[in-house]
């Protein structure tokens, strides 16, 4: 059987600027590889979720990797925490935080400290913590970065978030989303936890340090995106393939994880556009002797797009095809590349337009597509398809799909 | 109104080989008749079933006429027993059979008796045998095919082959699929019938004989595919369109008096390549003073393509192009032409690819395809369609459909 090495750039989709000759970022960039991956493949153009859905990367994922978002979907702070290393179990609550600067009124003054590195010592301070019969658990991501798990009886995900999303407001408090015990319950926790972060991290001398220095203090913890921890049906279970995940940045380990693909660890991936994009690809070449499936996310490509950076997104899509080239004359490989959204350097969001994919293999399908960008992949063999069709193909493509009817 | 021509090129579809040109059957052959219908009408692409969806034929026939394969699906047998002739009621169980060899142990030698042929002597001996309080009727098919049907109080479908689909193993126990009392009673009957199968053929005279002559005996008739009858909605009462179905094979025949079309006998028809496809075409055409809507069915690509014959495919796509010459000039005629499934000659199996569907008539669309292949027709007006969409388009073509809303 072949193996499938399935390539997720994230955020590569975008839409055309007038000031870049009208093209996007994936159509102005010089990318031999990719184009011959196109050529030699087959194409077509997808809806990550369906149409008119503008999805967040978890969702996205989910989706494309065949699960059902409906049911199971339950919020991105699981994702995270699994991502940076925190181990689940079903009936957590989990939530994504940032180390953030507040004033004594609980007023946002920055959001991200600063972009404070180094806070492991702050997050360790945190963790172990217990509030009422609630056991909490905090583990450091990267930079300002962190998650928080709430463990124990009659906790609910349904919660508002406490950060404001926005500075020079006060922290919210966060809320039950549905009317329901449970909830109040479990944000009155939070909100607890939340104070009880400002209490301890004020007081640090890191703190006071860069209070000094000028600096801003990482003296809260602000949280968000909270989700009851269901355990997914695993990769395997689905397809009977055996799968790991190749990624920088914690989302993106979390979401492999969560359905069950080993997370195997590449040196000098930073999640960033200075990325090694050379070491993931040949990491996921030799991880083929153990496994049927990788999963390799890169990220850079979506960073600069929220960041506007539309010169940058083109060059960072040039150094990832220039690490594709060892993928060329690869036998008993079916390739597949494609993106989880489109982020738009013009927006600096994501939007919910379709995104190229190609898929490369021996004996199937290709067509007359020999570009790997939006408007040239919707001519392909493939067509117009949802996120949720990827993984049928590819079973097929496989020859692992059953005969349905005789 | 225009009447309808809907042909089925059983197993048409099949995936490009590098050896070949990196072309499809479909796409090697000269088949100017097919190109010019493409020319003339509208293109597209379709799904049999859905995305990713690798179909049996009698599941892909389903969706294509717009039937709901999770609500009429009900196994093979009952399509294969009725396409035999045999008159099934509602609550039947029906099985298709093989006449096969096996030794004194119940070990199967050959799954075929050697592709035995006139055995319908065979088949008389076991027709109207009653077991338990349940009659058994027998059927033969083509060559060593035979139905067997179930009729009585309290049988289910619901029950696992008793054919190992295997040689040199043991024949296996018929077993309910859920657990269930009726599957235990029908299954128990099925597993009695096919023991008494064994003690009465194997002591024919015309056995005896093969065993002398060095041929496989007919000794056990191996039974598979069971499925519990369930009356389809007809045709007429779907569409108003009175039909009959044109086909040499049992099961498209049965498929199409299970939606209760007429079966029309047309000379010289065998379900194989060597069928007379120019007497179908006159067959249908002089049919059409009787009926609106004629599904024609040709088999012989998907013989063919499961044999891994590559150029036979392409030569018989050749032959059929031929014989559709008489209908290049006819008028107030819709022309429909696609196939079940993909057969792919490389896998000699089928496939879950998209195939192509052309339709041609009076005042309806064409678009700018000219070539009725794979590849071409993706770039058709029709895009990429489902099964279930054919009859639709077909019915608002003839201008039956309702106007919904106001």
Redesign the interface.
């Given at each position: 059987m072949n193996k499938v090495l399935f390539i997720i750039l994230d955020g590569l989709g975008d839409r055309p600027i007038k000031e870049f000759g009208g093209k996007t970022p994936l159509e102005a960039a010089t990318k031999p590889n990719l184009d011959t991956l196109a050529s030699e493949g087959v194409t077509g153009i997808m809806y990550p979720v369906d149409i008119g859905i503008r999805p967040g990367s978890d969702i996205a994922h989910l989706s494309i990797f065949g699960y059902d978002i409906s049911k199971h979907y339950f919020g991105r702070g699981p994702f995270e925490a699994v991502g940076y290393g925190l181990e689940l179990k079903e009936g957590d609550v989990a939530l994504r935080g940032n180390f953030a600067t507040v004033d004594d009124n609980f007023n946002v003054i920055d959001r991200r400290a600063g972009r404070i590195e180094n806070t492991e010592k702050l997050a360790k301070l945190l963790n172990g913590m217990q509030i009422d019969k609630i056991k909490i658990y905090v583990k450091l991501g990267v930079g300002h970065r962190a998650a928080v798990v709430l463990r124990g009886q009659g906790l609910d995900g349904k919660i508002s978030d406490v950060d404001p999303h926005q500075v020079n407001i006060k922290i919210f408090k966060s809320k039950p989303l549905v009317n329901c015990k449970r909830g109040e319950y479990t944000a009155s926790i939070v909100n607890k936890f939340v104070k009880k972060s400002y209490q301890i991290l004020s007081k640090q001398p890191l703190n006071k340090k860069r209070v000094e220095q000028g600096l801003y203090p990482a003296n809260i913890l602000l949280v968000r995106g909270a989700g009851k921890v269901i355990i997914l049906p695993s990769f395997k279970e689905k397809y009977n393939l055996k799968a790991a995940a190749i990624a920088g940045a914690g989302l993106y380990k979390g979401i492999g994880k969560l359905m069950g693909m080993d997370a195997l660890p590449v040196s000098r991936t930073t999640g960033k556009p200075d990325t090694n994009v050379d070491n993931k690809i040949k990491g996921a070449l030799s991880a083929f002797k153990n496994y049927d499936f990788i999963y390799l996310h890169i990220k850079g490509a979506d960073v600069l797009a929220e960041d506007g950076n539309f010169l940058g997104k083109k060059e960072f899509i040039e150094k990832v095809d220039r690490s594709l080239l060892p993928l060329l004359k690869k036998k008993n490989l079916l390739i597949v590349i494609t993106t989880d959204h489109t982020t738009s350097c013009y927006l600096k969001n994501h939007t919910a337009d379709p995104v190229p994919i190609l898929i490369k293999g021996d004996?199937?399908?290709?067509?007359?597509v020999k570009s790997f960008d939006e408007r040239s992949c919707a001519?392909g063999?493939l067509?117009?398809?949802k996120g949720k069709?990827v993984?049928?193909?590819i079973?097929?493509y496989l020859?692992l799909?059953?005969?349905?009817?005789?």
């Open positions: 004996n199937i399908y290709s067509d007359e001519a063999f067509g117009h398809i069709d993984m049928p193909i079973i097929d020859g799909s059953k005969l349905i009817g005789g």
